[in-house]
């Protein structure tokens, strides 16, 4: 039986909601900015309550952008959301592949093809950015939608947990798949992915956050607007030198791209938090 005590109850929920408080109001203060004109936001004090001008701001953002920068945000929306959705995409689907042939195929110099995998964990993008840039500027990437994905593609990540999860498959599936006369790719497709689907689903909201939030990479291989991803766009709205910066326009922008992976995160709650707790089998 468990005892309820009232105090630590109140407690907790004062802790959560203080909690709770902190990291929104923040966005709270940003929300309220993008529904103002300058001269509001720029007074003192700041009005902490919503303004009258949401949809003007939203729509001059959206449509328009920044007077500095020349780029709508509805564009660099458009790219951010496709390199995230191509990174993600091809992370799990080559960790997926990777995984199979690791596990199901015995070929050698396996382990040692798994840990060179592997140790890739210990080299983040930073360590092997100009690297990276010399084979995508050498293949005419730059300012692409490839140049800003395939770089990003491969997961050691992806791989260790679909491998890890592989492992635990039973192994008289795979003999009663062989028995049917099952083809490997067959078994593949029809088998083990839906078999994986909580773990690709947990792989997806990882991947699609790490590709919307990438900045240093875009920054590097764009050089034409059109291509611009949103963080790069927020960061050349502030760049005005000695002019005003419009701040309900960047309030607006940083609401907007926040939205996406809000949106994703929401939508595959469930499937994220099972495939990071359960093995489905």
Same mark, same amino acid.
């Given at each position: 039986?468990?005892?309820?005590?009232?105090?630590?109850?109140?407690?907790?929920?004062?802790?959560?909601?203080?909690?709770?408080?902190?990291?929104?109001?923040?966005?709270?203060?940003?929300?309220?900015?993008?529904?103002?004109?300058?001269?509001?936001?720029?007074?003192?004090?700041?009005?902490?309550? $919503?303004?009258?001008? +949401?949809?003007?701001?939203?729509?001059?953002?959206? +449509?328009?952008?920044?007077?500095?920068?020349?780029?709508?945000? %509805?564009?660099?929306?458009?790219?951010?959301? /496709?390199?995230?959705?191509?990174?993600?995409?091809?992370?799990?689907?080559?960790? @997926?592949?990777?995984?199979?042939? @690791?596990?199901?195929?015995?070929?050698?110099?396996?382990?040692?093809?798994? &840990?060179?995998?592997?140790?890739?964990?210990?080299? #983040?993008?930073?360590?092997?950015?100009? $690297?990276?840039?010399?084979? /995508?500027?050498?293949?005419?990437?730059? *300012?692409? !939608?490839?140049?800003?994905?395939?770089?990003?593609?491969?997961?050691? =990540?992806?791989?260790?947990?679909?491998?890890?999860?592989?492992? =635990?498959?039973?192994?008289?599936?795979?003999?009663?798949?062989?028995?049917?006369?099952?083809? $490997?790719?067959?078994?593949?497709?029809?088998?083990?992915?839906?078999?994986?689907?909580?773990?690709?689903?947990?792989?997806?909201?990882?991947?699609?956050?790490?590709? &919307? *939030?990438? !900045?240093? &990479? #875009?920054?590097?291989?764009?050089?034409?607007?059109?291509? !611009? =991803?949103?963080?790069?766009?927020?960061?050349?709205?502030?760049?005005? %030198?000695?002019?005003?910066?419009? &701040?309900?326009?960047?309030?607006?922008?940083? /609401?907007?791209?926040?939205?996406? $992976?809000?949106?994703?995160? /929401?939508?595959?709650?469930?499937?994220?938090?099972?495939?990071?707790?359960?093995?489905?089998?």
């Amino acid at each position: 039986m468990i005892e309820r005590n009232p105090l630590r109850t109140f407690i907790r929920h004062v802790v959560l909601v203080t909690g709770v408080f902190i990291v929104m109001f923040p966005v709270y203060i940003a929300f309220v900015a993008s529904t103002h004109d300058l001269a509001s936001i720029t007074q003192a004090p700041m009005p902490i309550r $919503p303004g009258l001008l +949401f949809f003007s701001n939203y729509v001059q953002a959206i +449509f328009e952008g920044s007077k500095n920068l020349g780029s709508a945000v %509805g564009v660099m929306m458009k790219n951010s959301f /496709i390199m995230a959705m191509g990174i993600s995409i091809g992370k799990i689907v080559i960790s @997926l592949l990777a995984a199979f042939a @690791l596990v199901f195929f015995k070929f050698p110099g396996q382990s040692f093809f798994f &840990w060179s995998v592997f140790i890739t964990l210990m080299l #983040p993008i930073e360590v092997r950015i100009m $690297p990276s840039y010399k084979v /995508i500027s050498d293949l005419g990437m730059l *300012n692409s !939608y490839a140049g800003l994905i395939l770089p990003m593609m491969v997961s050691a =990540t992806g791989v260790f947990l679909f491998r890890q999860f592989f492992k =635990t498959i039973p192994r008289e599936i795979v003999e009663a798949a062989q028995m049917d006369g099952s083809s $490997p790719m067959r078994f593949f497709l029809q088998i083990l992915v839906p078999m994986t689907k909580t773990s690709i689903a947990a792989m997806f909201v990882i991947q699609f956050l790490y590709g &919307w *939030n990438q !900045y240093l &990479w #875009p920054l590097l291989i764009t050089t034409e607007e059109k291509y !611009y =991803t949103l963080l790069i766009g927020i960061n050349r709205m502030l760049a005005v %030198g000695d002019q005003q910066a419009e &701040w309900q326009i960047i309030m607006a922008t940083t /609401i907007l791209a926040m939205l996406p $992976p809000v949106l994703v995160v /929401i939508s595959m709650q469930k499937l994220f938090v099972k495939g990071m707790t359960e093995t489905e089998k």
